[in-house]
Structure formats: C-alpha cells, structure tokens
C-alpha cells in the first residue's frame, strides 16, 4: 500500500480530557501520519502528558460519538498491550525498580509487556538475539547483567527504550526522554534518537525542552493550556514570537547542526 493509504498513526477529532475538575484537552484535532516525525511542545501544566495518557488509554476523553473519535493506525479499539507495543511506548514508568533485575531482563520483559521478566523459560533464542542487537544499537551492551536499579538515569532511559524496541515497533512515543539527564547524558541521548529514526522508526516527542528537537523531526506541535496552539513545519513554528507567546517570556533562538536552542 502506498503511504498515503495508510491511516493515519494517530487521529484525534474533537477530543477533550477531564481531570479532576480540570478540561486538560480542549477539542483537539491532530492527525499525525504514519512515518512523520513530530515533537509535541509546550510548558509546564500545557497538557502534553494528558494527550499521551490519552493515546495510550490510560485515561479515557469525554467522547461524543457523533463528533468525536480517537483512532490510532485507523482503529478505535485495542487490546491495550498490542496498542503499547506497536506505539512503542517509552517512559521510566514501565521499570519496576522494586524489583531486582539485570538491565537484559528488562529488556527482554518488553516482549511480554510486563514491568520484569517473569519467566525466562519464554525467551526464544530469536528474541534474545534480537534483543541483543538492540542493546548493542543503543550502546548499552556493557550493561547487560547490572541491574537496574544500580545505574545512572541516562543508562535507565537508553534501557527504557531497548525494551520498548525490541518489539519493532512502528514508532516511538516519549515523553520528556531527557529530564533529569546531564548536558552530556541528554546530548548523547538526542543522538541515539536521531540514529533510530535514521533507521526508519517514527520518533513523536513530547517535551518542554526545545533542544530535544532532533533534526529528522520535521513537524512541531505546540501545545498551551489544553489546546493545540501552532502546529506545522517546524522551521516556520520554532520561530521567537511563537515561542514567547507559547512560554510567556521573550527568547532568543538559535539553529545549528540541525538542533533548536534558547539563549
Ligand atoms: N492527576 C491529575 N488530576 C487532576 N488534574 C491533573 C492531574 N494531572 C495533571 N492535572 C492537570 O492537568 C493539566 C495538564 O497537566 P499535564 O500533566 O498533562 O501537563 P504537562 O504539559 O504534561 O505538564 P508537565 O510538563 O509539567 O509534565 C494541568 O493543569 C494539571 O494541573
């Protein structure tokens, strides 16, 4: 099929989200296509992790059926897990850290959609070597046997994505890949993702951090209070009106090597 026959990845018509007492999403429209790369930015309480939450079912919109619907890959039913490994869903979340695990198991539990693996007796030989090569794209190879409640935050978010990986999924969906991360732990960070979608898998980015932009992200989405507020070719969207208007405090952008930066 041509890519334009696909359906979309993501489509969200008139879609509103309460929590609490909250509207979080105020009717949002936006269609992303398979393939196309998209960051979602926006600051603080913007509604970025809600929209998330929302494409992964984990918290449910207001739903009119006759003017609104959430499809993803042109269904609007899922079996939850099936849905979160094609998406390839990556937060620090999924890690229980309770549990004492090697960093290859918990790749490996990716397979399984489970927090660690629970019986490594269904481990086929495929899937170890494909985990492997995994590991080893993400340069994480040496950490294979520490366990993942022993290594640095960086080493936890390239193990996060490793898991989420390992089931080829269509795209991968992150939310804030870099918080927490040192200037050297998020620049490489931001590399790893640039050579993943290299490789061909989608990258949808949900930030407030302009610098996790990388360059195959074409597309950026802003997002304030709940609605969408630009959305469009992310050399015509990053631009310093928007983005003071967006954050509320005038900046100055610069563009080298691909990546967006304040200053
Ligand atoms: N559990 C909750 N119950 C009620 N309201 C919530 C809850 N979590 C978030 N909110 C509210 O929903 C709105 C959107 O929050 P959300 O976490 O989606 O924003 P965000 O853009 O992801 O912010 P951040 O960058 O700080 O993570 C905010 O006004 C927030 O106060």
């Not at 890519?3 to 309460?18: A, G, M, R, T, W």
């Not at 409640?149 to 936890?156: K, P, R, Y």
């Not at 959305?231 to 009106?241: R, S």
Request: aromatic share 6%.
């Amino acid at each position: 099929m041509a890519k334009q026959d696909l359906p979309p990845l993501i489509e969200f018509k008139n879609i509103s989200l309460v929590r609490g007492e909250r509207l979080c999403l105020k009717n949002i429209n936006l269609v992303i296509n398979q393939g196309q790369s998209l960051a979602i930015l926006g600051p603080n309480g913007a509604g970025k992790s809600s929209l998330i939450k929302t494409i992964t079912r984990e918290l449910y919109p207001i739903f009119d059926p006759q003017n609104s619907s959430l499809r993803i890959l042109g269904r609007e039913n899922w079996d939850v897990f099936a849905l979160r490994s094609q998406l390839g869903i990556v937060s620090a979340e999924v890690l229980n850290q309770n549990i004492s695990q090697t960093c290859k198991e918990a790749v490996l539990s990716g397979y399984f959609g489970s927090p660690y693996l629970h019986d490594a007796g269904l481990v086929s030989t495929e899937m170890e070597n494909y985990a492997n090569e995994v590991m080893h794209l993400l340069e994480i190879d040496k950490l294979a046997e520490r366990l993942t409640n022993e290594i640095s935050s960086g080493e936890t978010r390239r193990v996060v994505i490793a898991r989420a990986l390992v089931n080829k999924p269509q795209s991968l969906l992150l939310d804030e890949p870099t918080t927490n991360l040192d200037m050297k732990s998020a620049h490489q960070l931001r590399k790893l993702l640039s050579k993943i979608a290299g490789l061909g898998t989608q990258i949808i980015l949900v930030t407030h951090n302009l610098s996790d932009i990388i360059p195959e992200i074409n597309r950026v989405v802003m997002l304030k209070d709940g609605s969408i507020f630009r959305d469009g070719v992310k050399t015509e969207i990053l631009t310093e009106a928007n983005f003071a208007e967006l954050f509320g405090f005038e900046v100055n952008l610069l563009s080298k090597d691909g990546f967006y930066h304040i200053y």
